[in-house]
């Protein structure tokens, strides 16, 4: 079983900055592919940002571009999102997610496991 601890939420006003962490655990967790995703009320779940965990390659949806940068410290099985330039279209629940190995990135399906999900309000 893999288990994903994100952390690091919160309020902001427009123009601020957050750092999310997601902290992966568990016998069975292989470093595959992580990413974060995020759900606004009443939207379907979107991805925002990916990190491939051996090679380090990144991909990001085009609304973050550079605003948001993911990257992980494999010492730490953790992966961060450090969000600057908030909006208030950013406020969401966000998730990490564990890529099940193959398929698209962006596609919510071909992940295996979720963490719990962090709130973030950016207010205007």
């Known amino acids: 079983q893999v288990k994903l601890v994100e952390s690091g939420g919160g309020s902001v006003q427009a123009g601020g900055s957050l750092r999310l962490s997601c902290t992966a655990s568990g016998s069975t967790f292989s470093r595959n592919y992580m990413a974060w995703f995020r759900q606004a009320p009443g939207k379907e779940r979107e991805f925002v940002a990916g990190i491939d965990w051996i090679g380090g390659s990144t991909t990001y949806a085009d609304s973050v571009k550079g605003r948001f940068t993911v990257s992980r410290d494999n010492d730490k099985n953790t992966v961060y999102l450090q969000m600057n330039s908030l909006k208030p279209e950013d406020t969401a629940v966000y998730y990490c997610?564990?890529?099940?190995?193959?398929?698209?990135?962006?596609?919510?399906?071909?992940?295996?496991?979720w963490g719990q999900g962090t709130q973030v309000t950016v207010s205007s």
């Open positions: 997610g564990a890529h099940k190995g193959s398929g698209r990135v962006t596609y919510t399906g071909n992940y295996n496991y």
